[in-house]
């Protein structure tokens, strides 16, 4: 069974640095290097959005987070990254880390192949 625990949220000023991570059961080494993973966040009162997704075959980011955040894993401890940087107050929110056990499934543009989460972990900015 594949299971995800996220890591790394907390508050920081505007212009700080934060780093999430997502440890990942239940695939075998070669799954974890190909398989589609991701982070999506949502702020009260908002939609869930994706932020960032990466398989082995392409990385992809949302307008929002591009140049500032970087999705990256550690195959070594299984564990997913969101290395985020130039945070801003509308990044507050609660990330979510999620994980497809394939390629990622691309319709409308979007990722949509999300299959398995992790439980959330806040990020707040302030100004």
């Known amino acids: 069974q594949v299971q995800l625990v996220e890591s790394g949220g907390g508050s920081v000023q505007a212009g700080g640095s934060l780093r999430l991570s997502c440890v990942i059961s239940?695939?075998?080494?070669?799954?974890?290097?190909?398989?589609?993973m991701g982070w999506f966040r949502q702020a009260p009162g908002k939609e869930r959005e994706l932020v960032a997704r990466a398989s082995a075959l392409d990385t992809g980011y949302a307008d929002s987070v591009k140049g500032r955040f970087t999705i990256s894993r550690d195959t070594a401890k299984n564990t997913l990254y969101l290395q985020m940087n130039t945070l801003k107050p509308e990044d507050t929110a609660v990330y979510y880390c999620?994980?497809?056990?394939?390629?990622?499934?691309?319709?409308?543009?979007?990722?949509?192949?999300?299959?398995?989460w992790g439980q959330g972990t806040q990020v707040t900015v302030s100004s």
């Open positions: 999620a994980t497809e056990s394939d390629y990622c499934t691309i319709t409308g543009g979007t990722w949509r192949g999300a299959r398995y």
């Open positions: 239940g695939y075998a080494y070669s799954q974890f290097m190909q398989y589609c």
